[in-house]
């Protein structure tokens, strides 16, 4: 059965040459037995006629905020809200620059602003704006705000040089929806626990020991699991980063020990344990409770252990449960993470870098080894915390279904 069928998928067509090809993907999709509903900018009206598109679609489209007739509104958060996927094909400069800065001046992006589902950006230009300083950035900015923007394919483009920037083809974009809604199962009904962000060891009532973990990895972790179908249990302590949508369970909390409860209580039924988050080793044997005065001239904290969250997760590990850690290292790094492997009862580590540029705590890229039980190790180049989910994510559908 096509894995398009009965799907929602809201097309979005930009004023390009390739709009011409909108008809063929319209065809191909209403083929695979889609529901499609169009939304056309102004521009996009003069390279394809809306009627084809309807026809095709047999559905109406929709280009101004206001309908045309009567003038009543248009409603963009419904259409936002209808679709499994928000597909932009062909996207042009000009509304992938509205996309990354938030214009919101016609129908398309005020729909794209209100959006819940995946969208799914094929940009289409010349060489020269495809290659902009300007338009690089935007894309970025598109990536990082969990967009999936597709390739662009090289060949004759509109001004008639030879070059980079046509639209994916048709049929390539309709192969790679099909791809996507077969990874947005791909963990439909698992339960996957993940931990994120830095714990805080109280001293006194305002003063506490922490860590510069900023979440980001846990969340990329959780979000991305999110959207392949799992039912996921994020517990946070003290992030700074947005918390992702479409998560069924939220706890926050403060401290190693609030973050070990939590986690012994949410464990049990889960399939997948993912610990991003950077638990403190040691916390203050006595939590004074005033605040601590500076009469003194030096003052000398007893720190005790934390309980090892992983460690104990890994002594309780069901059959069926699969466990994955993070080992941050600054020195003998593999070394390190394969003995953490071991000793946690581990199925899978993730080794973080302190020493590479642009990875580790507050960026939004990381740069990461993830070793397998058994010893297989993947080195992935620096990358967005979100690519490096997915990857994650990849290797723990594969070895869940195996
Ligand atoms: N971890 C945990 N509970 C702790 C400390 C760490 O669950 N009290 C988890 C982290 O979430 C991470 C993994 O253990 O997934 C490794 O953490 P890391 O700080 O790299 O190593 P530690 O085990 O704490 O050892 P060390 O600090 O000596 O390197």
């Known amino acids: 059965m096509s894995k398009l069928k009965g799907k929602k998928i809201l097309l979005a067509v930009c004023g390009s040459i390739a709009a011409y090809k909108s008809a063929i993907l319209v065809r191909l999709l ?4 889609a ?55 062909p996207a042009s400069a000009n509304t992938i620059a509205k996309f990354a800065n938030g214009i919101c001046d016609n129908l398309l992006s005020a729909v794209y602003l209100s959006a819940r589902c995946p969208v799914i950006i094929s940009p289409a230009m010349d060489e020269d704006m495809w290659k902009h300083g300007s338009t690089k950035k935007n894309i970025e900015a598109l990536k990082q705000n969990g967009n999936i923007v597709l390739n662009v394919a090289h060949g004759e483009l509109a001004s008639g040089l030879i070059g980079e ?47 510069h973990s900023s979440g980001k990895m846990g969340f990329a972790l959780a979000e991305q699991a999110a959207k392949h179908g799992a039912l996921v249990t994020l517990i946070h302590s ?36 993912i610990m991003a988050a950077a638990v403190a080793d040691f916390k203050v044997k006595k939590i004074s409770a005033q605040k601590i005065k500076k009469s003194e001239n030096s003052l000398t904290l007893e720190l005790e252990k934390t309980k090892d969250i992983l460690a104990e997760l890994g002594k309780r590990k069901t059959k069926n449960q ?61 990358k967005l915390k979100s690519e490096i989910a997915h990857e994650i994510l990849e290797i723990i559908i594969e070895k869940i279904h195996a």
């Open 238 to 273: 003290n992030t700074s980063a947005p918390v992702p949508s479409n998560i069924k369970k939220l706890i926050s909390v403060q401290s190693a020990d609030d973050m070990y409860s939590a986690v012994m209580r949410n464990s049990k039924s889960a399939d997948v344990i």
């Open 30 to 33: 209403v083929k695979e037995e």
């Open 35 to 89: 529901i499609v509903k169009i939304i056309m900018t102004k521009e996009a009206g003069k390279f394809i006629s809306p009627l084809s598109l309807s026809t095709l679609s047999k559905n109406p489209v929709h280009s101004e905020l206001t309908l045309d007739h009567d003038s009543l509104w248009n409603n963009h958060v419904e259409l936002g809200l209808w679709a499994d996927a928000m597909l932009v094909a």
């Open 322 to 382: 699969f466990l994955v850690g993070f080992a941050l290292e600054t020195n003998d790094e593999e070394t390190n993470a394969l003995q953490k492997l071991k000793a946690k009862n581990l199925d899978l580590i993730v080794m973080n870098s302190m020493n590479e540029k642009g990875a580790g705590f507050g960026f939004d890229t990381n740069k990461v080894t993830i070793i397998q039980r058994g010893g297989k190790k993947i080195l992935l180049p620096l």
């Open 165 to 211: 920037g046509r639209m994916m083809e048709p049929e390539n974009i309709l192969d790679y929806l099909s791809k996507h809604f077969i990874q947005s199962d791909s963990l439909s009904g698992k339960r996957i626990l993940i931990t994120a962000g830095g714990t805080h060891e109280a001293i006194d009532p305002v003063r506490f020991i922490g860590n």
